[in-house]
Every structure is written in C-alpha cells, then in structure tokens.
C-alpha cells in the first residue's frame, strides 16, 4: 500500500512550471513526504521532502498543505531534461520507501 | 564523490542458476537497501541493513532470496535457483543514517532469466 495517489501522466511545456500533485489523506503526523523521481534506464533519484512546511531546493519546491493530506512538487522551469517518473512517498515507519506508480511527466519543447 | 555503483550492469543468466548482485554504497554510509523494479512499476522494497545486520528483511519475496554485507559497506544480493519471474531491475541505495535521511540509489543491476 502506497498511501498516495498521483496522475498517471502529465505534460507541461519547456520552460514553464511543472506542478506535480499527490494525496496522502492517511498521512500520519511524523510522517514525511517525499519526492524522487526516475529518468529512464537510471535509479531513482532524491529531489526533496518535507513534513509540515514548504520546502525549497535548487532542484525543486515542495507545498504541503495545513492539514498534510495533500502535496504538490513544483518545478519552476521545466526543461527536456526533466522528463521522468516522479514519485510521492509518503515513508513508512519502518525506514523504507513504498513506491507508487508515480507520474510521468513529459516535458515537450 | 563517487555514487552507489552496482555490478554488473547485466547479467542474463538460466533458469535454475545461481547469480550474485553486488552493491557498493556511497562511502559513510551506514544504511543500505535493496530494492525490485519490474518493467512499469516502481521500486519495491526488498531488505535493508544497518551497518553489517539485516535491519528489516521483510521484503524478500521467498527463501531463495539472501543478502550479506559482511563489513559494513558492500554487500551483494544473492539468488537461488532463479526463475523467470526474477527478472527485473535490482536497485541498490545507501544513506547517511536512517531516516530522516535520504537514500540515494545506483543505476541498478537489469536481470534476465531465460
């Protein structure tokens, strides 16, 4: 059991902002969310991850909303390289990460 | 610095063979993973080890499935008598610690059991 639900698939031009959903309606309170994603033929790859607050990297933001059961990665210029299944987990207790079928997210030029 | 690298890239073995994946994690790092991806579905979780000892195992599909990491730092999966449902890509991942730290994973090991 994953705990999230994402899009299938999304697309988003190059150059604007990719806005990636997920929910997580069952989310406990010390969980975190997190988010990676998997360019094809490579492993997943880290990106960011929060537990209440907004979160923001070189690579991405995170908005998680008040009551946690929903939250958006957001990458402000999407670019061809950013191409990839992006994955929201929310961690299990027992360190380990349950991956979904996550979005693929296809950034066309 | 180096990443998690994992050999071989390939590996194509038989039905019945017996095959080692090995992983060396990211220098320091005390916890490493194991996972499964089949073609369209994400990873999933196999065994994770902090430092030498198998923290949680509870992701290893049956008993034909064992992994070591004897002094801390490399380890390898092995797998008995494969089948073709083996098949897949086996991923490796280390962290600094545990949580809330985050993992970072090699490229993988693609099987293929004829």
């Known amino acids: 059991d994953a705990k999230t639900t994402q899009p299938t698939s999304m697309d988003c031009a190059e150059g604007r902002a990719a806005n990636l959903p997920c929910n997580h309606s069952t989310i406990s309170g010390n969980e975190y969310v997190y988010w990676y994603r998997q360019i094809h033929s490579q492993g997943p790859q880290y990106i960011i991850h929060g537990l209440k607050n907004n979160e923001t990297n070189e690579m991405a933001s995170l908005i998680i909303t008040e009551d946690r059961k929903s939250s958006t990665l957001i990458l402000p210029h999407a670019t061809l390289r950013d191409t990839a299944v992006y994955y929201c987990i929310v961690r299990a207790p027992r360190f380990t990460l349950v991956f979904g079928k996550g979005t693929r997210l296809s950034v066309i030029a | 610095g180096a990443g998690v690298s994992q050999t071989p890239s390939n590996k194509v073995t038989e039905k019945g063979k017996y095959v080692e994946l090995r992983c060396d994690p990211i220098s320091g790092h005390t916890a490493l993973y194991w996972y499964r991806q089949s073609l369209g579905q994400g990873p999933e979780f196999l065994i994770y080890?902090?430092?030498?000892?198998?923290?949680?195992d509870s992701g290893l599909p049956n008993d034909r499935f064992f992994a070591v990491r004897p002094e801390g730092s490399v380890s390898t999966l092995k797998i008995q008598r494969t089948e073709r449902g083996d098949s897949a890509v086996y991923l490796c991942a280390s962290s600094l610690n545990l949580t809330p730290d985050t993992q970072y994973f090699g490229p993988g090991t693609r099987l293929t059991v004829l």
């Open positions: 080890f902090q430092g030498t000892g198998a923290a949680d």
